[in-house]
């Protein structure tokens, strides 16, 4: 049995001259199914909740709870957090979607040279460096934003440009680099991680087709939780590092 696996996204045409790639495509549907489910629970929220109104009430309530804990700021809280709750359940959302039946199936045979060739419709979107480079560049502006809100651009701008010691200079250098090395390791973190699961489960799922994909699948599910919950906790923490002023 052949298996393709490809490393970038699959190309499916242009719009308007833009590229249209599968998990361009697959982004659209998360994007709708995030949209159709907040329509229907903001529809559904009663002034006396019920049972799943109280779970998602305590789960969010927890979240921001927490957020408040570890930045010791309410006002830059109500900034940041719808910020980082969205590429939570963005990306939760696009790890679950993956395991949809036709998602890597569906799709259509392309002639490449003289060998025909499977192009996939949906692509597990997480998969495609280009998402998760994109979402590594919007936290990354926002932990620089939130530094220089909180901070002021001069006093932040000091963390990184110190001359008041050759030491200080060389730390502040080195902290330099390591903000700009936070865009490879949050895009090539959550990249690897979906990719190398995605990977497995196709090759064992070719040898025992009917057992063992299903608890890998599950396991999967729990990666794909805890990989959403460590970017979104890591972008809390970089802020947390951010609005810290450097002689603390």
Known sequence: ????????????????????????????????????????????????????????????GGAYGFMEETLENKALVKKVFPIIFTIFIFIFTANLIQFIPGVGSIGFFELHGEKMEFVALFRSLNTDINTTLALAIIAFILIEVAGVAVLGFLKYFKKFVNFSSPLGFCIGIIDLFSEV????????????????????????????????????MLFEVFVGFVQAAIFALLTLIFIKIAITEAEH
């Open 1 to 60: 049995m052949d298996i393709h696996i490809a490393l970038g996204a699959e190309h499916l045409g242009t719009l308007w001259g833009i590229p249209i790639t599968n998990t361009l495509v697959m982004s659209w549907v998360v994007v709708f199914v995030l949209c159709t489910f907040a329509v229907i629970i903001g529809s559904r929220i009663k002034m006396v909740p019920g049972k799943g109104q109280v779970l998602v009430e305590s789960a969010i």
């Open 181 to 216: 090395a936070r865009l490879v390791s949050f895009s090539f973190r959550l990249f690897g991680n979906i990719f190398a699961g995605e990977v497995v489960i196709m090759i064992l799922g070719s040898f025992v087709p009917v057992i063992l994909p299903v608890p890998l």
